[in-house]
């Protein structure tokens, strides 16, 4: 019985374990299965909430981008408003608005609209015939080439905005005005600058252009009255001119005041009158101490002259000044090119004319201003002819730039004439000579006696003497001032192709006086010397003048030849080295420098100097 029981017993325990084990395996199963959903559902809504965060990111990327957007729209905007507002706020144009016209004019095309449109093109014209070293940012009414004209828009737009902008900010000027026919007959026209009372203009339709013009004028006097008097001194209208330079002079600002003693000495010195030209440069350097275009004139007027000293120290000052800060009243082209052309020239005042060359060559690279760039090619040919290169001066004589201007044409075949005298061919400017002073005096008014007394007659004298006939050249010469610096040194030389010894030294001698800072008298004084035998005064002299002048060649190779007749041609050679630097292709200088390097016994060094010395 314990048996079986204990059997039923184990049996029923068995039977109770495995319910019990069933329960827990579905048990499990179910939280298993429960565990699963939970999961799920979270993973569900972590991805539910991954995507919102990504929906929510994009969101404010995107509002971030819109907010840039139009920060960068109102920031551009702004830059814009702000551009237009300082562009408006520097306007200084002028604006030519419709006239008023008859209804019959207009019915023939003679509209409001086209009126504007000619003077504005008559203003444009005479603001591209007035030539002047002065900015325009200088002038109390400045508009340079901004002219417009102005036709009326309807309803609101970006033109019209800009417009009103530029009217409400800007500094412009409106010419307006109006064509009535008269009660008598023919038309009245006016135009006015602003408020200014204009003059009325009279005439009948066919004057219509001429009745233009004349306002066009009186527009151009009321707000350009410095450049209108330039103008009309280049248009020959010069009693016009000086008016209005005399009334700037009395009652014009500091700045036009200075400007127009340069304008109305550039008219005294058309006139010949030296003596009120240099007055009106002092009073314009009295009013602006440091005024670089009264330096600048002063030299020129003096080179006229031939008033080596005061030219020299002139332009000296000019291209100290042309080293330090630009004048704001000078035009940047006019500061520029007169710089080039003022070191130029002061390079030649003292012989050195390969700088002087290489200034020009600078010059003539730019576009022409002021006549400065033709200047630059006149100049090459003297100083061409000044280093005994007539391949050069030739050379120079081909580039100058065509012309059929009288005038111009004139000056070329002068400057020409006298370059070939310098080299010691006479014959051009003696069979020139009369051709020149007919077209100068033709065309160059009263400065032609000026520019015949100083600049030719000179050179003509030379050429006599040149050629042996010395009762043509002194009779020449006796024509000449005495305070003209080149006519004592061919008075000079003049004598000294005479074997007159002592007239050329007095000469020589009165010329260096008049210009001590130039080595050029200096320098024929030597010359003179060595041929009268003196050599040690010879090299005194040639010694002096390469003081003055280190980079000129006479000097330097008078020397040299100095010193083959002191038996020291040892001592010469490198006179003559030096010599060639600046006067590379001087037939001369390379025979003299043959000669010395024969006495050393050098015979083939010598060769090669003799071959670059053959007739070019």
Not at 125 to 130: C, E, F, N, V, Y
Not at 328 to 355: H, I, K, V, Y
Not at 457 to 477: M, S
Not at 544 to 573: M, Q, T, V
């Amino acid at each position: 019985m314990e048996a079986g029981e204990k059997a039923g017993a184990e049996a029923a325990a068995h039977l109770a374990l495995a319910a019990s084990s069933q329960e827990a395996q579905d048990y499990l199963r179910e939280q298993a299965h429960l565990a699963h959903l939970q999961s799920g559902q979270i993973e569900e809504e972590n991805a539910t909430r991954r995507r919102m965060l990504k929906i929510e990111h994009a969101s404010a990327v995107f509002k971030l981008a819109l907010e840039v957007a139009l920060a960068a729209v109102a920031l551009v905007i702004v830059i814009g408003l702000g551009a237009a507002m300082w562009n408006a706020a520097g306007d200084n144009g002028l604006i030519v608005q419709s006239f008023s016209v008859p209804p019959d004019m207009a019915g023939r095309g003679l509209t409001g609209e086209v009126i504007a449109a000619k003077l504005l093109d008559k203003l444009q014209a005479l603001q591209a015939a007035t030539v002047s070293n002065r900015a325009p940012s200088s002038y109390a009414n400045n508009w340079d080439g901004d002219i417009n004209l102005q036709i009326p828009e309807t309803g609101v737009s970006i033109g019209e905005f800009n417009r009103s902008l530029h009217a409400w900010l800007g500094h412009q000027t409106h010419i307006t005005g109006e064509i009535w026919r008269m009660p008598a007959g023919g038309i009245a026209v006016t135009a006015r600058a602003g408020n200014d009372i204009s003059p009325t203009f009279t005439g009948s339709d066919a004057d219509i252009d001429k009745l233009i013009q004349q306002a066009a004028e009186s527009v151009y006097r009321a707000t350009q009255p410095y450049r209108y008097a330039v103008y009309l001194s280049n248009a020959g209208r010069t009693k016009e001119a000086q008016a209005l330079y005399q009334q700037l002079i009395h009652n014009g600002s500091p700045t036009d005041r200075t400007w127009a003693y340069i304008g109305i000495e550039n008219i005294y010195n058309a006139n010949a009158d030296y003596v009120r030209a240099k007055a009106s440069l002092d009073a314009a350097r009295a009013l602006k101490p440091d005024f670089v275009m009264a330096y600048i004139n002063r030299a020129s007027l003096e080179g006229q002259y031939q008033h080596d000293e005061a030219t020299y120290l002139a332009m000296k000052k000019v291209v100290e000044l042309a080293h330090g800060p630009r004048d704001p009243t000078m035009a940047e082209a006019a500061w520029e090119m007169g710089t080039l052309n003022g070191e130029s020239t002061l390079a030649a005042d003292l012989g050195d004319f390969q700088r002087a060359l290489a200034f020009n060559r600078q010059s003539e690279a730019h576009p022409e201003f002021n006549n400065l760039v033709e200047s630059a090619y006149q100049s090459d040919m003297l100083a061409y002819a000044s280093t005994h290169d007539p391949a050069g001066e030739r050379a120079a004589r081909d580039a100058l730039p065509p012309t059929e201007n009288p005038v111009l044409a004139m000056q070329h075949e002068a400057l020409f004439s006298l370059a070939e005298v310098l080299l010691g061919r006479p014959d051009e400017i003696l069979a020139s000579n009369e051709p020149i002073r007919k077209v100068l005096f033709s065309q160059a008014g009263v400065s032609a006696s000026v520019t015949e007394t100083y600049q030719i007659v000179p050179y003509v004298a030379l050429a006599y003497a040149q050629k042996g006939d010395f009762k043509r050249a002194h009779a020449t010469i006796d024509l000449t001032p005495a305070d003209c610096v080149f006519c004592l040194r061919v008075r000079g030389d003049i004598d000294r192709r005479e074997r007159n010894w002592g007239g050329a030294g007095y000469w020589f001698a009165r010329a260096a006086a008049a210009t001590p800072s130039t080595p050029f008298p200096t320098s024929d004084w030597g010359r003179m010397l060595l041929e009268k035998g003196d050599v040690d005064g010879a090299i005194a002299k040639f010694g002096y003048a390469n003081e003055k002048g280190p980079h000129f060649a006479d000097p330097l190779e008078g020397w040299g030849e100095a010193l083959i007749l002191k038996n020291r041609s040892d001592l010469a050679l490198p006179k003559f080295e030096e010599a060639a630097r600046y006067a590379p292709n001087w037939e001369r200088l390379h025979q003299k420098w043959g000669e010395a390097l024969t006495y050393l016994g050098r015979k083939d060094e010598a060769a090669k100097q003799f071959a670059l010395g053959e007739h070019r």
